[in-house]
């Protein structure tokens, strides 16, 4: 009977100490794969914060330097039309602000610059 104990206790050694053939080599290589993209992932990570961290230490004197430039470019002188608050009654000066001309140009100056304030403004245009 000992022979019978001993080989029924060999067959349940055997069962858990084989293991399919492949089984660990396809786990290592998940292990492996998952190990290479956690690396990949945290090296993105710190190259993204060391990035922004470079950029906010430039962003101080850029900040000043925009913002001085910002100050020294009015809105106005973008535009060369009058962007001025309009009177009860149009003056002769608001009307040469508004078409861009001297208050003493002569009519064909004056005509001139209405046809073109007129071309630039219709709804038909384009």
């Given at each position: 009977?000992?022979?019978?104990?001993?080989?029924?206790?060999?067959?349940?050694y055997a069962e858990y100490a084989r293991?399919?053939?492949g089984a660990g080599t396809g786990q290592a290589e998940l292990d492996r794969g998952l190990?290479?993209?956690m690396i990949a992932v945290g090296l993105g990570i710190a190259t993204v914060a060391f990035a922004?961290?470079?950029?906010?230490?430039?962003?101080?004197?850029?900040?000043?330097t925009i913002a001085e430039t910002a100050k020294r470019i009015s809105t106005s002188s973008l535009s060369s039309y009058y962007k001025g608050g309009f009177e009860q009654k149009m003056s002769r000066r608001?009307?040469?602000?508004?078409?861009?001309?001297?208050?003493?140009?002569?009519?064909?100056?004056?005509?001139?610059?209405?046809?073109?304030?007129?071309?630039?403004?219709?709804?038909?245009k384009g």
């Open positions: 009977m000992e022979g019978a104990g001993a080989s029924s206790e060999g067959l349940r293991a399919p053939a190990a290479r993209t922004g961290r470079y950029a906010f230490h430039l962003w101080k004197p850029l900040e000043q608001e009307a040469s602000l508004i078409l861009g001309v001297s208050p003493s140009a002569g009519k064909t100056k004056i005509k001139t610059a209405h046809r073109k304030i007129m071309i630039l403004n219709h709804p038909d």
